[in-house]
């Protein structure tokens, strides 16, 4: 339960229900998921030793505020990182995990192919496309590593302000990869994720751009 706990209230600043600077009082959270304190209070000790929120002695929870400079550190870590977790996924392709990328691939399109695209749908299956790569590869200690760099405070594909083509050109870049893995071709997977990663960052600095800082308060990341 206290994992569920846990990931429901930093799903609640990932896709903007809570933005930086905002409190979050642990009885406002326990009457909001119908669930006592106590587990609320551990997802926030385990929110706060991750720098996803900030508590000064007998204070309020406060969600951090994004830096923009980290934020374009993180893409570039992941930039440099990803590609070699993919290649290490290449050695190690089966059946099962094409068929794993492939019905997230189907699935983030049709979220996004809907009238009103739904991107809370579309950033859970993003990780979960990217985990399932980090995974394949079988080094523990790199996927450990991209999923801490992944999940530095506030960085969660929220996709709040991407516009539509946006939206179409990450989703085209995960079918190439996919693509890419069903041919056996690492170049061309290595040479995506790199691509794709590097594209969002910039389409991060757009939305930065648009609100006059290197900051988007929706936290529209990759």
């Known amino acids: 339960m206290s994992k569920d706990i846990y990931e429901t209230i930093r799903g609640l600043i990932a896709d903007g229900t809570y933005i930086g600077g905002d409190t979050m009082p642990e009885g406002e959270l326990a009457t909001r998921l119908g669930v006592s304190r106590t587990p609320v209070r551990e997802a926030l000790r385990r929110l706060q030793s991750e720098g996803v929120i900030r508590r000064e002695a007998y204070r309020r929870a406060t969600v951090a505020e994004t830096d923009p400079d980290e934020v374009i550190h993180i ?11 993919v290649d290490l996924a290449m050695s190690k392709v089966d059946d099962a995990f094409l068929g794993r990328l492939k019905d997230l691939h189907e699935r983030m399109d049709h979220a996004i192919k809907t009238k009103e695209p739904d991107r809370r749908a579309y ?23 991209i999923n801490s760099i992944a999940r530095k405070p506030l960085v969660s594909p929220t996709f709040n302000n991407w516009e539509r083509e946006e939206l179409y050109r990450s989703n085209r870049q995960h079918g190439d ?17 790199r691509v794709h990663l590097l594209s969002s960052r910039a389409t991060y600095r757009r939305i930065g751009a648009l609100t006059g800082s290197g900051e988007n308060p929706k936290k529209d990341l990759i």
């Open 123 to 145: 950033r859970e299956l993003n990780a979960a496309f990217h985990r399932a790569i980090w995974a394949q590869g079988g080094n523990t200690l790199l996927s450990d590593m």
């Open 75 to 85: 893409f570039s870590a992941r930039a440099a990182l990803e590609p070699v977790a």
């Open 177 to 193: 990869m996919v693509e890419a893995f069903v041919l056996r071709d690492a170049e061309w997977a290595n040479a995506t994720m």
